[in-house]
């Protein structure tokens, strides 16, 4: 079935260096993508979204890149620091119910 | 600013039981969710309120039912509890879906649910 997915569960990266989060989604009329980051025993928070008619979309520290040939997206975080650790969660949003669906997550830990 | 507030944070239940989890909002938002995490898992969608008045199935409705009883809050119930849903459940809310200008969700702290 369609599916929002992530390509690895766990991502361990150094501090100071950039993160890359993968995620593949498999619904081609999703017009619509959200990342989240869940911090332990807390509920989820928006950190950045991105409609499809964009390529690209930077925050502060965050930028999240969509790929629509491949339909993969991308969750990059610049100089990660130990208050990054976390799963993150890419979202999207199917149609025109605006549902929106999320993906397994990733969690990411940050080596010192 | 309290904005998502969930009750209870904790319940443990005998299988067969109802319960009913509250969540109410005071971002003056139109849309409303409830979703479930279960262990290692992603959040999946149970039923969702696109404003008051409204409700529509998500991914995942059986053995849940809700209540949009105002703008502010929207309540899920549990009518005969199942081992199967014992889970973190979160409540969220949005302004307009994702057809405002952005569809962030803001979500409650969680209500973490046991079913014996």
């Known amino acids: 079935g369609e599916s929002v997915g992530l390509h690895l569960p766990t991502l361990s990266v150094q501090e100071g260096d950039n993160s890359i989060i993968n995620c593949a989604y498999s619904n081609s009329a999703s017009d619509y993508f959200i990342w989240y980051k869940q911090e332990s025993g807390k509920g989820p928070q928006f950190i950045i979204d991105i409609r499809s008619n964009m390529d690209k979309r930077q925050g502060q520290r965050v930028t999240v890149l969509l790929n629509k040939t491949v339909k993969h997206l991308s969750l990059q975080i610049a100089a990660t620091q130990p208050g990054d650790s976390a799963v993150y969660f890419c979202a999207e949003s199917r149609g025109r119910d605006d549902k929106i669906i999320f993906g397994k997550g990733t969690r990411l830990h940050i080596l010192p | 600013n309290a904005g998502v507030t969930q009750t209870p944070k904790f319940q443990v239940l005998k299988t067969g039981q109802s319960m009913t989890l509250q969540c109410a909002q005071d971002?003056?938002?139109?849309?409303m969710y409830w979703y479930r995490q279960d262990p290692g898992m992603g959040l999946r969608l149970i039923y969702y309120s696109a404003s008051e008045g409204t409700t529509d199935k998500g991914e995942v409705p059986n053995g849940y039912n809700v209540s949009r009883l105002n703008k502010r809050e929207f309540s899920l119930r549990l009518e005969s509890a199942a081992p199967s849903q014992t889970s973190v459940y979160f409540c969220?809310?949005?302004?307009?879906?994702?057809?405002?200008?952005?569809?962030?969700?803001?979500f409650g702290e969680g209500s973490r649910l046991t079913v014996l």
């Open positions: 969220a809310s949005s302004q307009d879906g994702t057809s405002g200008v952005t569809g962030e969700l803001f």
């Open positions: 971002m003056n938002h139109n849309s």
